[in-house]
């Protein structure tokens, strides 16, 4: 006790000292400096020191929640301030976590920051503090860097750090959950920062239970606030994370017998696997007759994430790593790029390899992939076992594949992808891992069971609702608990620093599409799940970007439908006039496997099928582009930005004003509503723009009236702004039989 007690002084007393990183450090977002003004905060028989942030030109005092500001004491310097010219603001609710470079001057927070490839690493210190100010937990960091790959590019960065000792960071309880390794995700990706906290709470609630524990902090690097992070853990091998014989280990044993202690020295080769899909490996590392003496946790890669030495591909190109072994022999990567090759085969096959003779069964935990793919699936996860952050197992002796935990949803919930937003209704995959998963009947089936009897409800009476699950809470319960750390992370980080999503203009506005897709994407997916699975049955869904029909359209079908869309065809039938939107003209194609005719829906529009003459089966309907209908006003068009029937029902209040008068409303759009950021149409809004493109300020700044002068000025050949506004819609599709 008196060993900790004495580590936990040293670590506060050495963040009272010179001013660290006095220079300016840029944001994307803000002009953030570290200021002369201190706190001295008491806590638990020592003092910490909190340094104040300048942020563009104002001093702010950022607060962890255990503080006593009335015993707190203020320093400009060396010298006690009883007034200073600084705004201050506290957190509540969440543990601070505080990092201390042991080398703060040349190897503190800026070293760590100013490196592409993390190859900055240094030896720290760290403690963290709950919200009353007790410390749980002290010790000694080996290791201390950058993590992340898209993340790493914005202002806020992400860490991982490796402990002297295992600590159960999170309190779980549980003796396996004592680890060394540990991550801070920035959460940068949106204002709600709950992306990645509300789906790994969702696994571990699932029954996922190697996905990581984890929970908000505050971050205080070097005696300066950082901004709210996720603290969770590794996706590794070990007990606690991904618990199977550590290959890594292994290697290291072997190879430390005869004196090979440096594996990393040994040159990079390649090979070629019975697919004649090329890899890479380690010449020269010592191993077992063996090649399944070890577990492997391979994660799928892209050329920009890679960055492992020893990989291979798969039969459509994709790239798969080594995560453990990292240090692996030729026989070792050819096993497993031909064991998972095999396995995918199994999958191709609709669930049946007549090569191997192994089923879906025989080459995957199929009730687990089925739990980890519905998560993917309900979250929209753009990265999900295509790009990114998803890993498979293979545990020591077997040739089972199961999941690698659950990680990495910033770019779920609403992800831009080609100018279309995820949307709630349509399947993320058309090919890939997911997409084939769904070509195999017993997979869909346990899909369909885990949904329906677990997954839905647990969404719909917990994260929608008000009840409380072991792991997984409420949206308004996990919004509540991080609120006023957030508002403190705003001050240095006031939106996305990642660009990569449909916008609210603030906080609130981003929760509700947040909610709002949830409960969008719950709902269409319990109708499809719920639905028994029938083959004569195509359910299709067509989707549009408003005023962009023509160039667009998008065409989705159920992965698991017997019959699959070979071709699609639209043209415009009729212009827009006053009263009466655009109307399109659409035609599908099927294949025709020379069964009887389908029944087919097209947005839960049901449309008959005829056979077209060269044996396709052929579906037609129509649809209206609701962006757009001419409006006179003194002469000039502005219908792309302005609809008395969506303004009406949009601001209420001023048709009321105006006695429902057409003329009167449009005048008061025009007079008022556009310089207060009024939505006229259901497409364009000035804030949307400047949300998703925030250099469009240095251009137009927030005069909203130069937003709509330069989108009636240009129209749709604006698209770079509109598109990625992700304005979609799932047009009513009427027969035209």
């Known amino acids: 006790m008196k060993r900790w007690l004495a580590l936990f002084t040293l670590i506060l007393c050495c963040l009272i000292g010179p001013a660290l990183g006095e220079e300016a450090m840029e944001s994307r977002e803000r002009d953030i400096s570290v200021s002369s003004i201190?706190?001295?905060?008491?806590?638990?028989?020592?003092?910490?020191?909190?340094?104040?942030?300048?942020?563009?030109?104002?001093?702010?005092?950022?607060?962890?929640?255990?503080?006593?500001?009335?015993?707190?004491?203020?320093?400009?310097?060396?010298?006690?301030?009883?007034?200073?010219?600084?705004?201050?603001?506290?957190?509540?609710?969440?543990?601070?976590?505080?990092l201390l470079s042991d080398d703060p001057v040349s190897q503190g927070r800026e070293y760590i920051d100013n490196c592409e490839r993390h190859e900055h690493f240094t030896t720290a210190s760290m403690a963290l503090v709950d919200a009353d100010g007790h410390v749980d937990h002290v010790g000694k960091i080996r290791k201390l860097r950058g993590r992340g790959n898209g993340t790493w590019g914005g202002g806020k960065k992400p860490y991982q750090f490796k402990l002297d000792e295992p600590m159960d960071l999170l309190d779980t309880g549980l003796a396996s959950e004592m680890e060394r390794t540990w991550v801070l995700l920035a959460e940068s990706s949106t204002q709600t920062m709950l992306h990645n906290r509300i789906t790994l709470d969702m696994g571990l609630e699932l029954g996922l239970s190697e996905t990581s524990h984890s929970e908000h902090v505050d971050l205080y690097y070097d005696g300066e606030y950082r901004g709210t992070y996720l603290l969770a853990e590794k996706v590794e091998i070990g007990e606690g994370r991904v618990d199977e014989?550590?290959?890594?280990?292994?290697?290291?044993?072997?190879?430390?017998?005869?004196?090979?202690?440096?594996?990393s020295v040994l040159p990079v080769k390649e090979g070629v696997n019975q697919f004649n899909q090329p890899y890479t490996y380690l010449d020269g590392v010592i191993e077992s007759a063996s090649p399944d003496a070890g577990a492997y946790l391979v994660e799928i890669e892209s050329t920009y994430t890679l960055s492992e030495k020893c990989w291979f591909t798969m039969h459509d190109g994709q790239i798969l790593s080594l995560k453990n072994p990292e240090s692996a022999s030729g026989k070792m990567v050819e096993y497993i790029s031909n064991r998972l090759q095999d396995a995918r085969n199994t999958l191709l096959s609709?669930?049946?390899?007549?090569e191997t003779i192994r089923t879906i069964h025989d080459d995957f935990d199929v009730d687990a992939?089925?739990?980890?793919?519905?998560?993917?699936?309900?979250?929209?996860?753009?990265?999900?076992?295509?790009?990114?952050?998803?890993?498979?197992?293979?545990?020591?002796?077997?040739?089972?594949?199961?999941?690698?935990?659950?990680?990495?949803?910033?770019?779920?919930?609403?992800?831009?992808?080609?100018?279309?937003?995820?949307?709630?209704?349509?399947?993320?995959e058309t090919s890939g891992w997911m997409y084939d998963f769904y070509q195999c009947p017993d997979f869909v089936e346990s899909a369909r069971q885990i949904y329906e009897n677990e997954l839905y409800p647990m969404v719909r009476d917990i994260l929608l609702g008000d009840q409380q699950g072991r792991y997984l809470q409420s949206l308004d319960a996990y919004v509540a608990q991080i609120e006023a750390s957030r508002q403190m992370n705003a001050v240095l980080w006031p939106r996305s620093t990642l660009n990569r999503y449909v916008y609210a203009l603030d906080h609130e506005g981003e929760v509700a599409l947040l909610r709002r897709f949830l409960t969008e994407r719950s709902e269409w997916l319990h109708g499809v799940f719920?639905?028994?699975?029938?083959?004569?049955?195509?359910?299709?869904?067509?989707?549009?970007?408003?005023?962009?029909?023509?160039?667009?359209?998008?065409?989705?079908?159920?992965?698991?439908?017997?019959?699959?869309?070979?071709?699609?065809?639209?043209?415009?039938?009729?212009?827009?006039?006053?009263?009466?939107?655009?109307?399109?003209?659409?035609?599908?194609w099927l294949e025709n496997d020379g069964g009887e005719a389908p029944?087919?829906?097209?947005?839960?529009?049901?449309?008959?099928?005829?056979?077209?003459?060269?044996?396709?089966?052929?579906?037609?309907?129509?649809?209206?582009?609701?962006?757009?209908?001419?409006?006179?006003?003194?002469?000039?068009?502005?219908?792309?930005?302005?609809?008395?029937?969506?303004?009406?029902?949009?601001?209420?209040?001023?048709?009321e004003e105006c006695g429902y008068d057409p003329q009167a409303v449009m005048d008061a759009f025009y007079d008022e509503g556009i310089y207060e950021n009024h939505m006229g149409n259901a497409f364009f809004r000035p804030s949307d723009v400047l949300a998703a493109f925030p250099e469009m300020e240095y251009m137009l700044g927030e005069d909203w009236w130069l937003y709509y002068g330069e989108f009636l000025s240009y129209g749709y050949e604006i698209d770079k702004w509109l598109m990625h506004m992700g304005k979609c819609y799932w047009p009513e599709v009427i027969s035209m039989y």
């Open 530 to 588: 719920g639905e028994e699975p029938d083959d004569n049955r195509i359910d299709l869904w067509v989707s549009a970007t408003y005023g962009h029909t023509g160039e667009t359209l998008l065409v989705q079908q159920k992965p698991w439908n017997r019959l699959k869309v070979e071709d699609v065809w639209f043209e415009q039938m009729t212009e827009a006039t006053e009263e009466e939107y655009a109307w399109w003209q659409l035609w599908i």
């Open 350 to 354: 609709g669930g049946v390899n007549s």
């Open 599 to 655: 029944v087919v829906t097209v947005n839960g529009v049901e449309l008959p099928a005829e056979m077209d003459e060269d044996g396709t089966w052929c579906v037609g309907g129509a649809f209206a582009d609701p962006s757009y209908r001419p409006v006179d006003y003194y002469g000039e068009d502005i219908g792309m930005i302005y609809n008395y029937d969506v303004y009406v029902e949009n601001y209420p209040e001023v048709a």
């Open 369 to 428: 992939f089925a739990r980890t793919m519905l998560v993917q699936e309900l979250s929209y996860n753009y990265d999900g076992y295509r790009y990114s952050s998803s890993f498979f197992v293979l545990p020591a002796g077997s040739t089972q594949f199961r999941p690698g935990p659950l990680w990495d949803f910033d770019i779920g919930y609403r992800y831009l992808s080609n100018g279309l937003a995820a949307n709630g209704v349509g399947f993320k």
């Open 245 to 263: 014989m550590d290959y890594e280990k292994l290697i290291g044993q072997w190879n430390d017998k005869v004196g090979q202690t440096d594996l």
């Open 38 to 98: 201190r706190a001295v905060v008491p806590v638990q028989g020592a003092q910490v020191d909190i340094r104040a942030s300048v942020v563009d030109g104002e001093t702010w005092l950022l607060l962890p929640a255990f503080a006593d500001q009335a015993k707190m004491q203020l320093f400009d310097g060396d010298q006690p301030v009883t007034d200073a010219d600084v705004q201050i603001m506290q957190s509540e609710n969440l543990r601070a976590l505080f």
